[in-house]
């Protein structure tokens, strides 16, 4: 119901507008159902890797980052997405769920070795720092998550950094 709903808040913006409540509604529900079959309140650590996750998925885990008692994440402190499908998008996307997190969320840190976007950073010819040649929408979503990881550490939330595969985000 959620990727449905989703995917209709593109067709225009008056649209958007109309269906956002319900998408608000079908998030709540979906990141609920998602994130309580991996351990519920108790979980420490949450194991997303491999399970072909991409840039939708990661909008619901920026929702249960906002609201971690409703999906269970409390008390999660290390979120593993290697090996999916993550791109720009998804980086987006978990870098709005870092800035949204309450105070006293316990999460500090977030791998996120072997998704998409490093396919485009190696194209790129990236070493230890991106390329110019990288492009504009994956070198802002970079950005966008290390500045969120930054605000998370100084607000403090210690965020000890999205593991990228290219260094500390």
């Known amino acids: 119901e959620f990727q449905q709903i989703f995917?209709?808040?593109?067709?225009?913006?008056?649209?958007?507008?109309?269906?956002?409540?319900?998408?608000?509604?079908?998030?709540?529900?979906?990141?609920?159902?998602?994130?309580?079959?991996?351990?519920?309140?108790n979980l420490r650590a949450l194991d997303l890797t491999g399970k072909e996750l991409r840039a939708l998925d990661c909008g619901l885990l920026a929702h249960a980052l906002k609201h971690p008692a409703q999906s269970g994440l409390q008390n999660v402190a290390v979120v593993w997405l290697q090996?999916?499908?993550?791109?720009?998008?998804?980086?987006?996307?978990?870098?709005?769920?870092?800035?949204?997190?309450?105070?006293?969320?316990?999460?500090?840190?977030?791998?996120?070795?072997?998704?998409?976007?490093?396919?485009?950073?190696?194209?790129?010819?990236?070493?230890?720092?991106l390329p110019r040649s990288l492009r504009p929408c994956l070198r802002r979503a970079l950005h966008d998550l290390a500045s969120a990881a930054t605000e998370r550490r100084h607000s403090g939330v210690l965020l000890s950094g999205a593991r990228t595969g290219i260094g500390d985000v």
């Not at 999916?84 to 006293?104: D, F, K, T, V, Y």
């Open 83 to 129: 090996n999916n499908h993550i791109c720009a998008s998804g980086l987006q996307a978990l870098a709005r769920g870092l800035r949204s997190m309450p105070e006293g969320s316990r999460l500090t840190s977030i791998a996120l070795g072997g998704n998409a976007f490093h396919a485009t950073i190696k194209e790129a010819g990236a070493g230890a720092k």
């Open 7 to 41: 995917t209709l808040t593109h067709v225009c913006k008056h649209f958007n507008a109309a269906l956002r409540p319900a998408l608000v509604g079908a998030a709540e529900a979906a990141s609920e159902s998602l994130f309580a079959r991996f351990g519920g309140e």
